[in-house]
């Protein structure tokens, strides 16, 4: 299945890379709900979440889980909220999201305007803070 993520992943469409490794791909929401806000995708698309194989869903949590400890390093909040929605795009993936409140995660809100500048040096930030 070729989805956006399938042809971000493949460098066919450009993103503000966070993290890659062999199986996940980590880069900027660009519409984002609070600096840092991030998603993170397998590169094999599946469209549904619970569909991924048990290894490979904990796999991708363990890598979510480095990537959100280097953004709350870099964008101090109380905690790393964590949604799946998995309507808008048919491949699954995981937002990594600031937060303070539980409204902070309400996709609903207004969302941060960046510019391109800002968001190369978000990505920078978190990316040279992933152990």
Do not use: W
């Not at 363990?62 to 309507?87: D, E, H, W």
């Amino acid at each position: 299945m070729e989805t956006i993520f399938t042809k971000i992943v493949k460098g066919e469409i450009p993103c503000y890379k966070v993290a890659e490794n062999d199986r996940f791909f980590a880069f900027l929401d660009i519409n984002p709900l609070a600096k840092g806000h991030t998603l993170v995708v397998p590169k094999n698309a599946t469209d549904y979440i619970f569909d991924i194989e048990d290894e490979e869903l904990g796999a991708m949590m363990v890598f979510a889980k480095k990537v959100a400890k280097a953004i709350k390093a870099n964008y101090p909040c109380q905690k790393i909220g964590m949604t799946v929605i998995g309507l808008e795009v048919p491949h699954a993936h995981i937002h990594l999201v600031p937060i303070n409140g539980v409204n902070d995660i309400d996709f609903r809100r207004e969302k941060v305007k960046l510019t391109d500048e800002e968001f190369k040096e978000i990505a920078s930030k978190i990316a040279h803070s992933i152990e």
